[in-house]
């Protein structure tokens, strides 16, 4: 069975830092792109970052560049996000999730496995 499980959630105030990992268990994804994504109530789940393969390649959604670190672990099939300077607006379930392509993408509909999700709370 294929599972990616999210962990390194909680809350945190404005200004600070959390690190999300994502465990991959059932098969390798060190030939798959890896993302993040969140969605945060009444709102639409949002691309966050992406990550190709080898890791040389990187995506941010523009709010988070320079804030936000996505890499990757292959020997652990892991991904994380480090993310510092939170803000309120940063308030979210943030999602794991693996693409079987090559080509690293930001749709959502566009990646094939998905962990259960991981709060993240930002007061002000």
């Known amino acids: 069975q294929v599972q990616l499980v999210e962990s390194g959630g909680g809350s945190v105030q404005a200004g600070g830092s959390l690190r999300l990992s994502c465990a991959a268990s059932g098969r390798s994804f060190s030939r798959s792109a890896m993302g993040w994504f969140r969605q945060a109530p009444g709102k639409e789940r949002e691309f966050v970052a992406a990550?190709?393969?080898?890791?040389?390649?990187?995506y941010y959604q523009d709010s988070v560049k320079g804030r936000f670190t996505i890499s990757r672990d292959n020997a652990k099939n892991a991904v994380y996000l480090q993310m510092s300077s939170l803000k309120p607006e940063d308030t979210a379930v943030y999602y794991c999730?693996?693409?079987?392509?090559?080509?690293?993408?930001?749709?959502?509909?566009?990646?094939?496995?998905w962990g259960q999700g991981t709060q993240v709370t930002v007061s002000s």
């Open positions: 990550i190709d393969w080898r890791g040389g390649t990187t």
């Open positions: 999730a693996a693409d079987d392509s090559i080509v690293v993408e930001i749709s959502a509909p566009q990646y094939d496995y």
